[in-house]
């Protein structure tokens, strides 16, 4: 059964950082694609940025420049350190997996979800 397990959100001033972790279980992050998802209050669910089994990445582009994410395949875990945050980052982050040797940003090609963690961002 996969388990992804998102931690390390809270809340931040506005041009701090934020190192974002999803344990996964059942599932090796070296066999699929990984991604960050995140849903402000009264918004859609938004792709942030995914990493491929590869390594290859894609960021939104609001996100683009300021947010990393990476993966430690040893540990089978995902992170997404956040920089330069904004109050527009401010939403529930979520850590979706799929398999496959492909991804693509958006909310049907992931099929494994995180229960999701909080990022505030005040100004």
């Known amino acids: 059964q996969v388990q992804l397990v998102e931690s390390g959100g809270g809340s931040v001033q506005a041009g701090g950082s934020l190192r974002l972790s999803c344990a996964a279980s059942?599932?090796?992050?070296?066999?699929?694609?990984m991604a960050w998802f995140r849903q402000a209050p009264g918004k859609e669910r938004e792709g942030v940025a995914f990493?491929?089994?590869?390594?290859?990445?894609i960021y939104a582009d609001s996100v683009r420049g300021r947010f990393t994410i990476s993966k430690d395949n040893a540990k089978n875990t995902l992170y997404l350190q956040m920089n330069s945050l904004k109050p527009e980052d401010t939403a529930m982050y979520y850590c979706?997996?799929?398999?496959?040797?492909?991804?693509?940003?958006?909310?049907?090609?992931?099929?494994?979800w995180g229960q999701g963690t909080q990022v505030t961002v005040s100004s």
């Open positions: 979706a997996a799929r398999l496959g040797d492909w991804c693509a940003l958006r909310l049907t090609a992931f099929n494994y």
């Open positions: 059942g599932f090796t992050s070296s066999s699929g694609c």
């Open positions: 990493i491929s089994s590869g390594g290859f990445t």
